[in-house]
Every structure is written in structure tokens, then in C-alpha cells.
């Protein structure tokens, strides 16, 4: 069965550090999404991404953030500098158009745990 | 504002018996709303999705129901097995257009004792 992946599954950074995680949603998926977990906390949305370009964005994803499509596979989240309170479980998801168009079900990755020290 | 609640409570129920868990919203009215499972350190995993014009749903043991008078769905598990173990998501769709954002609840633990 198809299944969304991410790299790496645990990233450790120093605060001010770029990083970035990588996610594959599945194949004929057209809409794709990060969120993220902070721990004990709910899950949050970021940003959603359709058609090469970013359709919404939380308060969260500041300039500091940006997501990127850059070949036919791959869905990556940048952070430009990092900050202890980024530290937190980042998931990928992806979801195919629904009946009449739109977003129904998403199909979330594993995750990864990124730790700000 | 707009609110999504959960019971934050574990909910210990012994095998075989029917799990319920609730979810409750305040100031929206949804078009449809999902359940998802999330186990400890894994990404959520979608389970049922109900629309506003449908009252109840199944998927083999997983029954929903969406009462969008009370602003309520009620999540059913029955005969539940230890498997079944796991924190239950409630989510709803937010935002403009039909960007597939979704707001989650903040969850409800289910443990089944065998």
C-alpha cells in the first residue's frame, strides 16, 4: 500500500542552524501539507501546498519557514534558523482531490522528531 | 472563537466492550468532519470521515455519528480488543476555499484491558 515517507526520522540541530526535512507523498496525491507536534501538544497545521504553490499558511509559518517542490517526488520544509521552541514532531501529509474537488482525507507520514539544543 | 474539544481524560474500557468518545465544536459549522488514530510517536492515520448531511457512518467496528445541531460527533468502538489502544483524533476542515487545513482536537487516549 502506497504510504507518505519522511527523512530524517530524527534531526538534532543547534538553535540558528538551517535545516531541512524531507517528505515523499504518495504518487498521484495532488495536495500536500506539513504539521506539527509539539510534545503532550495537538497537532497543528503549518502550511498547505496545491499546484506548485503554497495556498495557506498558519501564524506559525513565519519567514523562517518556507516549503518547497523541487522535483515531481519530494516535499521538503526549510527552517531557516532554528529555535528551541521549533523543537517539536513535523509531520508530512499528502491527500488526493476529493468528490467535487477539494481536500478530504490526509495521509500523514511517520515524522520527524527535530530537537533544537 | 472557534473551538475543538476532546475529553483530554484517558478512557479505560475493558475487551469487548463499546469505546465512545466525544467530540465537541463551538462558533463553526463544518461541511464534514474526520476521526483519525495516532499512536505514541507515529503520524496520525485516518480512520472515518462523516459529512454534515449524514448522521451516521461505519467502517466494520468504527461507528460515527455527526450532530451538527449539538455540534457533536461520538466516536464508537465495539467489541473492542487491546489493539484498539491508541489516542483518537478528532479533526475538522478550516480555512479559505477548499485547502484540505485541518484543526485538530487535542485527543482522547483510549486504553482496552484485556
Known amino acids: 500500500e502506497p504510504e507518505v515517507t519522511q527523512t530524517p526520522s530524527h534531526q538534532v540541530t543547534q538553535m540558528g542552524q538551517e535545516v531541512i526535512l524531507r517528505c515523499v507523498p504518495i504518487?498521484?496525491?495532488?495536495?500536500f501539507y506539513w504539521y506539527r507536534q509539539i510534545l503532550g501538544q495537538k497537532v497543528e497545521f503549518l502550511v498547505s501546498?496545491?499546484?506548485?504553490?503554497?495556498?495557506?499558511k498558519s501564524e506559525i509559518f513565519d519567514d523562517q519557514f518556507s516549503v518547497e517542490r523541487p522535483d515531481g517526488s519530494n516535499f521538503t520544509l526549510k527552517i531557516r534558523s532554528t529555535k528551541l521552541e521549533d523543537s517539536a514532531m513535523y509531520f508530512c501529509?499528502?491527500?488526493?482531490?476529493?468528490?467535487?474537488?477539494?481536500?478530504?482525507?490526509?495521509?500523514f507520514g511517520p515524522g520527524t522528531r527535530l530537537t533544537v539544543t | 472563537s472557534q473551538k475543538i474539544e476532546q475529553n483530554s481524560e484517558a478512557l479505560n474500557i475493558q475487551e469487548g466492550k463499546t469505546a465512545t468518545l466525544t467530540c465537541n465544536y463551538t462558533n463553526y459549522s463544518p461541511a464534514y468532519l474526520q476521526w483519525y488514530r495516532q499512536d505514541p510517536g507515529r503520524g496520525p492515520v485516518f480512520l472515518l470521515l462523516i459529512r454534515e448531511n449524514e448522521k451516521e457512518k461505519r467502517k466494520e467496528r468504527l461507528k460515527v455519528t455527526f450532530d451538527t445541531t449539538l455540534k457533536q460527533s461520538l466516536f464508537h468502538i465495539t467489541a473492542s480488543q487491546p489493539a484498539d489502544s491508541a489516542t483518537y483524533l478528532c479533526?475538522?476542515?478550516?480555512?479559505?476555499?477548499?485547502?484540505?487545513?485541518?484543526?485538530f482536537g487535542q485527543g482522547t487516549t483510549l486504553q482496552v484491558k484485556p
Open positions: 479533526a475538522l476542515p478550516r480555512g479559505s476555499g477548499n485547502t484540505g487545513k485541518l484543526i
Open positions: 501529509a499528502s491527500s488526493f482531490p476529493g468528490q467535487g474537488g477539494g481536500s478530504y482525507e490526509q495521509y
Open positions: 501546498f496545491y499546484n506548485n504553490e503554497i495556498s495557506e
Open positions: 504518487s498521484n496525491h495532488l495536495y
